[in-house]
Each structure stands twice: as C-alpha cells, then as structure tokens.
C-alpha cells in the first residue's frame, strides 16, 4: 500500500483558491447554455425560471466551488454573466 | 575401406575412458575403487578404465589428457566428487586435450556415495559400480556441442530515480555506457530527498543528494526520461526492447522553475511529496531541488480538460511561454544490453492497525510525516507542529516495528532502517527542543551498522527513555488531543499508561505496488516478503535470475542509504562486466526443435517460465529464443510430441541412466530424479554433512526438476524400480522461476494414475529440498526404506504392467 494522503494540509488555511461572487444578468441570457457546459467546477445549473427573451437563464448551484477563471464570462455571447473575486469566508 | 571411411567409422565408434578417483581416503575409505574400475572396463564401450588417488591433481589431469590422445577417447567419465564442484575442472581438462565439453560425465561415488554409506563398504561398492555404469551409458549417448554468442548491447535501462536508481546510473555513464534512467515521478530523487537528516551521520539529506541529481541531470551519457512509465518489455539479455510511456508535463524545458505560474493558479491539492501535509498547485514542481526543475501540469486538478482552455492564468504569467495545453503522451522506444531494477520502497501505511488511531486522531503521524515537519524546507518551517493545534509537543513518543516483524501485518520480515531512523528523529528533536520528553517504545533495538551503536548512545545519554513493549493500545484524549499510550513494559513485566502529546509511528518498508508490473514485464521472482529476489543471496547478490538484469537499493530488501548505494554501483559493475564482454556464451543446454513432430500445440510455450518460447500459430511453428532461454527443460518435458530435444538432457540419455540404474535388482531400489540447483546440492550437502542413509537410491541429475517427464517416471516402473522420488526447490524457490509448479501438477497427475490403476502412490513420492536441507533428504530416503521393503513382487509386476507403454521409448 503505498502512502495514504487524508490530513489537510497544514498550510491550506494560507494558500486557498480565490473566491468568486457570480453575477449573472438573467434577461440578458439566450438560454445557450455555454456557461453551464464549459464551467470546469460545475457550478452553474439550468433554472426554472423563465426570462425576457423566453429562456432558462442559468443559476448558481454552489458559488463556493468557484474559482474566479472567469471563462463563463468570456464564452457567454451575451455578456449576461460576470464573476467578481470577493474574500473568501467560512468553510473555504 | 578408404581412410576417409575408416576415420569416419572411427569417429562414430564410441570410446570411452574411465577414471575412478580414490580422493585419498574420502572414496577409498568406503569404497573399493580398484574394485570399480575393474567392473567399469567390462562396461560396454569402455576402452580403458582406471583408478587414480586425486583425479583432480595435475597428475591426474595429465593422465586423462594422455590417455585420450593416446587412446583416441572420445568420452570420458570421472567417477569422484559432485559434479557441482569439479566439472568444470574435468570439461577443461577435456578441452585441452581436444575433446569437447559436452563429452564429459561425471559420476559422484562421493558426496552420493562414499561419504553417506561409510559404513557399509559392500554395499558402497555396489552403488558406486551402479552409479558409474548410469555415467557410462548415459556418456555414450552424449553429443558435442558449440555454445552460442549473444551480443550485448552497450547501453542501460535504469527503472527508478531514488539514491539506488541515481547511483547505478551515473557509475555506468562513468564508464562510458549510455543510460536511460526512466522515473515514474516529476522528479528523481525517491525517498531520500524527502527525509532531511540522513543516519548515522545527520547529514542533510537534501544536500548531499542534490549535487548527485544535478549530475544525472547534465551527464551526457544519461537520457532521463521522468514522469514516464515502463510500458512493455520484450527481448532477453543483451538484447532488450522496452517501451516507456512519457507523459506531457505540459511545460516545456523553456521552464526556468520562477514559480510564478504556481502563484495564479487557482487550484490546490495535497502535495503527495510532503505526504499531503503541504498544499500544491495544478502546475507545480514537487519540491524546490526537483530534477529536472521544470514543472509540470496535473491535468487532473487542473481546470482545463482535453480539448477546452477555460483558464489561462498560468500561461499568461509565465514570460517565457514555457505552457503548452498541445503535448500528448509519447511512447519512446529504447534498445538496452542490460536492466537495473531500483524501484525502491513504499512505506507501511499503519490505518490498518486500528488500535494505534492512524487516520482518526491527527497527532499520530509517521516517519515519514516526522521528516517533512522537521525538514526546515517543509511544510512547517522544520517545527515539530501537532497538527490539531500547531503546537510544539513538550512528550513525544515513538513507536517502533509498525508494519515489521509481525505476523499480524502480513510484514514478518524486519525494515532495516526504522530503528536507527527513530534514534536518529529522536536525536533531532533533542537538537531543536532539549527540554521535549521521548520515549520510544520498542521490540529490540537493532543498532548493527557502522556507527550506529555510537548513535544509540548519544541518544540514551540524551535523556530517551526506551522502553521495551510496543503499546497494545494508544487512546486520545478528547480534549487536549493528547494521547495515552497503554501497554507492557516487558522488561520490568509492568504495565505502563503514559501521557504525550505526539506520536511518531516507526513504518515499516514494503515492495513498492508497481512491483507487480516490473516483475511480470521482467520475467522476475520475488521473496516470501514480496520484494525482488536475487539469483543467489550469498554470491551474486545483485543479480536477478534472469540474465542482463540486476537490482539496486530497496527494490530487492529494506535497506539504508549507504547499503543502496553500495548495491548500485555493484549493480553498475555486474552489467559493465556484461557490456564490456560485448557478448554472452549461453550453455548449450537449450531445445532443439523438431518441426515434423510439432503439432503447434503451444504447450511448450504456456510452460516455459522465460518467455522464451514464440508461437505462430498460423504458420504452425515455434521459435525458440536461445538468448533467453535458461536451459530448465521444463518444455521438453512438457512437449506431447517428442518435438523438443533438450541438450545434453536428452530424453535418450535420461532413459539411459534409469535403464542402468535398473538393470538388476530393480526391485529394491528408488530411483530419485533430483534438480541441480536445490535437491542435488542437497543431497551433496548430506555428503559433505556425513548423514548416513541407505544405499538403495540411485540419483539422476538434470537442471530442474520440471525437465521430469512423467515417461521418466513411469519407464523407471516398468522397469521394475520400487520406488521413484522426484524431488527439486522448494516452491517459490525455484532456480528457474516457478518451473517446479509443472513439476508438483505432473507428480500430481501421475499420483491420480496411479491410484486409478491401484497402485500404490506411495511409491512414488515428491520432495522439496533446497541445497541446505541435507538432513532432510537424507530423512526422506530413509522414510521411503519400509516403502521399498514392504513392496511386493506382485504389485511390481503390475506397476510394470500398467506402464508398459513407456519401454517403448
Ligand atoms: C522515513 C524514512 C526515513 C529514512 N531515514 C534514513 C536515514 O536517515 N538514513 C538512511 O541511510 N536511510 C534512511 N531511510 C532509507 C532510505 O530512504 C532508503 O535506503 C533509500 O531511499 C533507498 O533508495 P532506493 O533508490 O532504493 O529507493 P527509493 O528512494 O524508494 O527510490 C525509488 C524510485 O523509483 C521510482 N519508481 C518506483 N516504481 C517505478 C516504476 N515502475 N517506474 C519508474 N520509476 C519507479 C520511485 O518513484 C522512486 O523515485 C529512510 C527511509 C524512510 C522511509
Ligand atoms: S468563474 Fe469559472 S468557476 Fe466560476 S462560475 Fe465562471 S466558469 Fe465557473
Ligand atoms: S490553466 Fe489554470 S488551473 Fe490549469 S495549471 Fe494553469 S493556472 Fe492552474
Ligand atoms: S522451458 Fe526452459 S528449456 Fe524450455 S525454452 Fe523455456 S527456459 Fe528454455
Ligand atoms: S509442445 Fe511440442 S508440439 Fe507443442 S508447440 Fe511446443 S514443440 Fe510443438
């Protein structure tokens, strides 16, 4: 067995991956769906909602997973999401 | 007759000249040579026979060599000693007078004969006679042969970058050899470039190694392929191909290791090489001194998968754009004469000892964490920090042989360094914390090596309390996360409850897990404990059983840095001899094939414990690659078809000796097959022990005991014989991988026959000896006297019956 790796490690407190706060302009949204696709930590999800423009826009589904790569806002057509680094707080 | 006729008919006209050796009194004293000699000269074929006092003297040799100019022999047989000691003495005695080596048959009237029946010289004398007309026969049977060359490919594979894998590699580019030296990690290094203080010395491990990665990393004569993998290894020595996989770093050698990359990248992970105590990034280097130093991407953490860049961070911040998501795993083909296996060790991971809370309460932790805590390049800027409260523990206590010497674990075997390497942390704790209480619970200590005693008492007179009794139970106390160690000080017979606020669990070393592949790709055999066994333990104890390949360091048993290192560049040396040779002569001991009889069943292949057999099933043939094969005979036993002729081990041959053996008086002897490397050594052993045993048991030599054809057996009971002892390594053990395996399903086979036929299976019988357990040969033989005795001139009639098939052979 080689060796098992289960403590957290004693310096994660200092080194943590940003924060996001996720802005997503729900009217502005076509409904393609980009953003739930190619978010590479799952944390956007389809709504029920409907919009202006007759679509699902999406929604968050965990904002703490977010890592601020911003690619949601870079292959959104529309520009109806953005991501700002906010400090993180409490669990992570 | 024309004279090339006459020369011809000469040539083919058997001649045989033999020499019964008197050994001073070793033989004489029980047997009566003259006596011997005399009844060998009446043997068919024999044209001279004679008795010397030492056979293997100077004189001795002359004489032979006259006598087969003179006498023009063209075989000759030396009855004396164990073949295992003065055959190559005899063969070339044989080559210098003209004869070749394969024409030489020695009879061993001592270590078989004279030395185990001392007392009964009549009797001595009878086997002696019987054993000399078994070498008789089976010489005249005997064909010249020419040894063939292998060349050796002047270049190396080194499999693992630990100390072992680093040394062996820049001795052999040293020397002048190209050396592929292929790590599985990002970076060389291995375990020592994880600890920070080295035993006995308390050197920087680091530092001392680092100037030795740094070579490797320039060498010229060293390709280092890292984060790369052995895929496939096909060939034989000399010859070897292998196939390694190395992965994309995704960072080119551009990299200059500035690190910034690291400081954008958003995803974090354990490092593995602080044993998860410190974080790491997606794209990262291991540690600080890593060769090479360029970093690497783990795809899997990092946010861009195959196909979609989402994240740009690292590569907008690396100036010398040095990021490249395009790399793709390549598959490199290398071309090696010789393989030096150094893939280390992994460590015991003690969760599975429930009793000791590993896992569950966090200030238990292992050597191994101790090393990152207390290095000043770790993940705690070398403080001893408890990890629940980041606190200095003021009581430390360490526990030694976890995952060693205990049966409990599945780990009997003793790790070598654990000691040491806890009296050496204790050491430096005291460095750092004088004040710090230690104990250190133990079984023994084993201070054995140089310098190594002088360690252990600086460390008692340092104030470490050693107390002998590992805990049966450590126990946390919930509060302070303190722990309480409960056991018995076996010493004082007292039973102990001690508070401290760390523990320090001492693990084991055990085979690394990719030990499984290695030694399937290699053709390799292993120990009972799981680790690389070497082709001998006392003389060669770097070489594998295979040829061409060798082992450095951990891989082959737990050892310590200086004991690597020393086995490395023995391991260089060994395949240097084999490079600077160019070539390799394989004994002629090899198959030879016979295309009309093969079926292309590929029986032969599935036996064969080398690879050495190939299949082409449609073009209904066999190859046999001779370079690879070690002569075991194991497919020519197994061959239905008579398709494989074993030289020098021929079936003809075999039969002869167990023709001879029982011709008279079959039905009061056993006939014992036994392998040269354990059974026949064995048996010499009882010789050179004295152990005395009847004398009604005639031995015939081959190489392994998986060349016994079951016809061996049956053609010896339809011949008469009483009882038939097949006898070889033990399992596991066996000098040609797992040969015997085939051995023990034939007896097994036969024993079902047997039975069938209601015979009684007890005449025939299966053994495993290795070369120490002289006594233990010596008892089975006695063991199968009141067999012998008890067996009735009707149950020999039918067992002669019931295998009449094999007399037509
Ligand atoms: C906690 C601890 C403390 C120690 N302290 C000391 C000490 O103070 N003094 C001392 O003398 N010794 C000490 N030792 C022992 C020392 O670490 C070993 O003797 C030494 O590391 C052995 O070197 P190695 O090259 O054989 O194996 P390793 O260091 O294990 O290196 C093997 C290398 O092979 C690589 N590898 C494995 N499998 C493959 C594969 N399939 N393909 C390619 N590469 C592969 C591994 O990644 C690794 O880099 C200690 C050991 C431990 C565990
Ligand atoms: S910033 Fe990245 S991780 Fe965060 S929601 Fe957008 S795509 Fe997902
Ligand atoms: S692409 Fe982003 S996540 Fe991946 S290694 Fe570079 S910085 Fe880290
Ligand atoms: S089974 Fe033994 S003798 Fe036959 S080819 Fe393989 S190694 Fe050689
Ligand atoms: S076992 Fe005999 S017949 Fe079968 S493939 Fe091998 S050599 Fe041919």
Not at chain 1, 24 to 29: A, G, P, S, T
Not at chain 2, 587 to 614: D, F, H, M, R, S
Request: glycine fraction near 6%; charge should be neutral; aromatic fraction near 8%.
């Amino acid at each position: 067995m080689p060796v098992r790796i289960w403590r957290k490690p004693l310096d994660a407190e200092k080194a943590k991956p940003p924060c996001g706060e996720i802005h997503i302009l729900k009217d502005l949204c076509k409904g393609c769906g980009y953003c739930i696709e190619f978010c590479p930590r799952d944390v956007l999800e389809k709504s029920e909602e409907i919009n202006k423009r007759g679509v699902h826009p999406p929604r968050v589904a965990d904002e703490s997973r977010c890592v601020v790569c911003s690619f949601c806002t870079a292959v959104c057509p529309d520009f109806a999401i953005f991501v700002i680094e906010k400090p993180c707080e409490g669990g992570r | 007759m024309s004279e090339k006729d006459v020369s011809k008919a000469e040539a083919e006209e058997i001649r045989i000249g033999v020499y019964v050796c008197h050994c001073g009194l070793n033989i004489a004293g029980s047997v009566d040579c003259a006596e011997v000699a005399e009844f060998a000269s009446t043997l068919p074929h024999v044209v001279l026979a004679k008795d010397l006092r030492y056979t293997c003297s100077d004189q001795g040799q002359e004489i032979i060599k006259q006598d087969i100019k003179e006498h023009r022999l063209n075989r000759v047989v030396v009855a004396s000693c164990s073949p295992r000691l003065h055959e190559p003495t005899f063969r070339k005695v044989c080559e210098e007078a003209g004869l070749n080596k394969y024409l030489f048959e020695m009879a061993n009237i001592r270590e078989h004969c004279s030395w185990v029946h001392l007392y009964n010289r009549k009797a001595a004398t009878e086997k002696a006679k019987d054993l000399v007309k078994m070498a008789v026969m089976r010489a005249a049977l005997l064909q010249p042969a020419v040894e063939s060359e292998v060349p050796i490919r002047p270049e190396a594979l080194v499999i693992g970058g630990g100390v072992a894998g680093i040394q062996a590699a820049l001795d052999l580019a040293d020397t002048g050899y190209h050396v592929y030296l292929v790590e599985k990690e990002p970076s060389i290094g291995g375990r020592m470039a994880q600890i920070d203080k080295t035993f006995p010395t308390m050197d920087c491990s680091i530092c001392i190694l680092a100037p030795k990665m740094s070579d490797v990393g320039h060498h010229p004569n060293i390709t280092l392929l890292t984060y790369s993998e052995i895929l496939d290894v096909k060939g034989y020595i000399g010859n070897f191909k292998v196939k390694v996989l190395k992965k994309p770093r995704y960072v080119t050698s551009d990299c200059t290791a500035c690190g910034e990359c690291a400081k954008v990248c958003p995803m974090i992970a354990p490092n593995e090489f602080d044993v998860g105590l410190a974080i790491r990034h997606a794209i990262y280097t291991p540690f600080a001194q890593a060769v090479p130093s360029t970093y690497v991407i783990d795809r899997e953490l990092c946010l861009n998968k195959e196909g979609v860049i989402v994240c740009d961070k690292c590569t907008k911040a690396c100036e010398r754009q040095a990021i490249n998501f395009e790399m793709k795993p390549e598959e490199i083909e290398l071309e090696v004469g010789t393989i030096i296996v150094a893939i280390g060790a992994d460590v015991f991971d003690p969760s599975i000892i429930p009793q000791y809370g590993y896992g569950r309460y966090p200030n238990v932790i292992t050597s191994l964490e101790f090393e990152r805590l207390i290095n000043a390049g770790g993940p705690s800027g070398g403080k001893l920090l408890r990890p629940s409260d980041m606190q200095i523990p003021k009581t430390v206590a360490f526990v030694q042989c976890v995952g060693s010497r205990s049966e409990k674990t599945g780990k009997p075997y003793c790790s070598n360094v654990c000691c040491m390497n806890t009296i050496k942390d204790a050491l430096l704790i005291k460095e750092h914390w004088p004040e710090t209480q230690i104990y250190v619970f133990y079984v023994d200590i084993r201070a054995f090596g140089k310098g190594f005693e002088d360690l252990y008492r600086r460390a008692r007179k340092e104030g470490v309390i050693f107390i002998r009794g590992l805990p049966a139970e450590i126990v946390e106390d919930k509060q302070t996360r303190d722990l309480w160690l409960i056991g018995e000080n076996t010493l004082q017979k007292k039973l102990y409850r001690i508070r401290v606020g760390m523990v320090i669990l001492s693990v084991g070393l055990e085979p690394r897990k990719e030990t499984d592949l290695i030694q399937r790709l290699l053709t390799l055999s292993r120990s009972k404990d799981g680790f690389f066994m070497e082709a001998h333990p006392k003389l060669r104890p770097v070489d594998a059983a295979t040829g061409g390949i060798f082992f450095a360091g951990c891989a082959e048993s737990p050892k310590d840095i200086k004991d690597s290192v020393t086995q490395a560049s023995a391991a260089a040396a060994r395949a240097g001899i084999l490079m600077a040779k160019g070539k390799v002569t394989v004994e002629a001991l090899t198959p030879i094939w016979i295309p009309e009889k093969c079926q292309a069943c590929g029986l032969c292949v599935k036996v064969c414990p080398y690879n050495a057999i190939k299949l082409d099933k449609e073009r209904k043939k066999i190859e046999i690659i001779e370079a690879a094969c070690a002569g075991c005979g194991t497919c020519g036993a197994e061959c239905p078809f008579g398709a494989l002729v074993m030289r020098h081990f021929t079936d003809e041959q075999i039969i002869a000796q167990i023709d001879a053996a029982t011709e008279v008086d079959a039905d009061k002897k056993i006939i014992a097959f036994c392998c040269n490397w354990c059974s026949y050594a064995g048996a010499d052993f009882a010789g050179v022990s004295r152990i005395q045993y009847p004398e009604n048991v005639r031995i015939i030599r081959t190489m392994c005991s998986g060349r016994v054809a079951p016809k061996f057996v049956e053609r010896a009971f339809a011949r008469g014989a009483a009882a038939v002892l097949v006898s070889g390594c033990h399992l596991g053990d066996c000098h040609y991988i797992n040969a015997n395996y085939q051995t023990k399903k034939r007896v097994e086979r036969l024993w079902k026959k047997m039975e069938k036929a209601g015979l009684n299976k007890e005449r025939l019988q299966l053994v495993w000896v290795s070369a120490a357990e002289g006594e233990k040969f010596a008892a089975k033989i006695r063991e199968m006297q009141p067999i012998v005795e008890s067996v009735t001139p009707e149950e020999i009639e039918k067992a002669k019956e019931v295998f009449q098939k094999a007399l037509e052979l």
